[in-house]
């Protein structure tokens, strides 16, 4: 008896001091200063990629277009960028596949200032995006043309920098519009300009923040890709349930201090977050689309290979999301 009880409290001492199972590393970006990318931030801030036994290295990189190059160099795994980079980087003939999609539209607002009363009165001015070639200027050139307007020819785009660059560019006359997302539309108001319209409006379908990765690491690393999707998924939840705790995270990344800057950013983002976040041939079609202006074999892509749901269409058949809204 006294043997078994020896072994036993050696049994126990080894699975005490045994050491836990290894974190799947990941290393992750986010791309531009937008509560776009609040998902990642909340997955970070309220330890979810810790939860599903992920190590993250989290990092910030300025533009899209460099974190696609980061992504395909191997510097990166994981990127949550758009859908912009995503068709070029794929027509050029790399792997790289969405496989989570935290905003499903254009959400940014052109902002101008009170002399501009209407979208006809951008005709012959000078506009500004953060670079030319990102998501911005794209998601701009489509809104213009979608309201009458030819990028081309009627007026003309400069990119000019972050969000305070476009404002100063503004303010001094050299731009007499931009693009902004909430919380800086509430910030340029306070300078006298106006949001003269929200692009949501128009519904255009186009993944303007999804999360990329490459064929080749799903290949091999399926399992952790699959923890970063659940934890993304929490998070949006998470987002749309707890008001003060996001506004506060989108504060920190943003270095925002304004209360009611933040409850926009929260709600206007919180309602195009899609709780089921499957990327969609159809949020590829329209980059499909617009790139084939310039390179005729973009109209001959299909779409679906553009795509992996079966990462969030397992979550969702598995009733991991349901659940996550009956807390």
């Known amino acids: 008896m006294v043997r078994r009880c020896g072994w036993l409290i050696t049994f126990l001492i080894l699975l005490w001091v045994a050491p836990a199972p290894a974190q799947e590393r990941l290393r992750v970006s986010w791309s531009g200063a937008s509560p776009a990318n609040a998902p990642v931030w909340v997955a970070e801030e309220k330890g979810l990629f810790k939860k599903y036994e992920l190590d993250v290295e989290l990092k910030s990189i300025s533009a899209s277009t460099i974190a696609a190059q980061a992504l395909l160099s191997g510097d990166l795994d994981v990127s949550v960028s758009s859908v912009a980079?995503?068709?070029?980087?794929?027509?050029?003939?790399?792997?790289?596949?969405?496989?989570?999609?935290?905003?499903?539209?254009?959400?940014?607002?052109?902002?101008?200032?009170?002399?501009?009363?209407?979208?006809?009165?951008?005709?012959?001015?000078?506009?500004?995006?953060?670079?030319?070639?990102?998501?911005?200027?794209?998601?701009?050139?489509?809104?213009?043309?979608?309201?009458?307007?030819?990028?081309?020819?009627?007026?003309?785009?400069?990119?000019?920098?972050?969000?305070?660059?476009?404002?100063?560019?503004?303010?001094?006359?050299?731009?007499?519009?931009?693009?902004?997302?909430?919380?800086?539309?509430?910030?340029?108001?306070?300078?006298?300009?106006?949001?003269?319209?929200?692009?949501?409006?128009?519904?255009?379908?186009?993944?303007?923040?999804?999360?990329?990765?490459?064929?080749?690491?799903?290949?091999?690393?399926?399992?952790?890709?699959?923890?970063?999707?659940?934890?993304?998924?929490?998070?949006?939840?998470?987002?749309?349930?707890?008001?003060?705790?996001?506004?506060?995270?989108?504060?920190?990344?943003?270095?925002?201090e304004d209360r009611d800057a933040l409850q926009r950013a929260w709600e206007e983002h919180k309602e195009v977050f899609p709780a089921v976040p499957t990327p969609t041939p159809e949020g590829v079609i329209t980059a499909l689309a617009e790139e084939a202006k310039n390179r005729p074999e973009a109209a001959k892509a299909d779409p679906a290979t553009f795509v992996d749901q079966s990462f969030v269409k397992e979550l969702e058949a598995s009733g991991f999301i349901a659940a996550l809204y009956r807390r």
């Open 85 to 256: 980079t995503l068709v070029t980087s794929r027509l050029a003939g790399s792997d790289v596949v969405a496989i989570f999609v935290s905003v499903p539209t254009f959400i940014d607002h052109i902002v101008t200032g009170p002399e501009i009363r209407e979208i006809k009165d951008l005709k012959g001015k000078v506009g500004a995006v953060n670079r030319l070639g990102t998501t911005s200027d794209l998601g701009l050139r489509m809104a213009l043309r979608k309201l009458g307007l030819d990028p081309e020819k009627d007026l003309k785009l400069i990119g000019l920098g972050d969000d305070a660059a476009r404002l100063a560019g503004i303010k001094s006359g050299n731009i007499h519009f931009t693009i902004m997302v909430q919380p800086w539309v509430r910030e340029a108001e306070k300078l006298g300009f106006k949001s003269l319209l929200p692009i949501a409006k128009l519904g255009i379908p186009f993944h303007w923040n999804a999360t990329l990765t490459r064929e080749s690491l799903i290949k091999t690393r399926r399992e952790a890709i699959r923890r970063f999707v659940k934890a993304m998924t929490e998070a949006i939840a998470v987002i749309k349930q707890d008001r003060e705790g996001t506004m506060q995270i989108i504060g920190k990344y943003l270095k925002v």
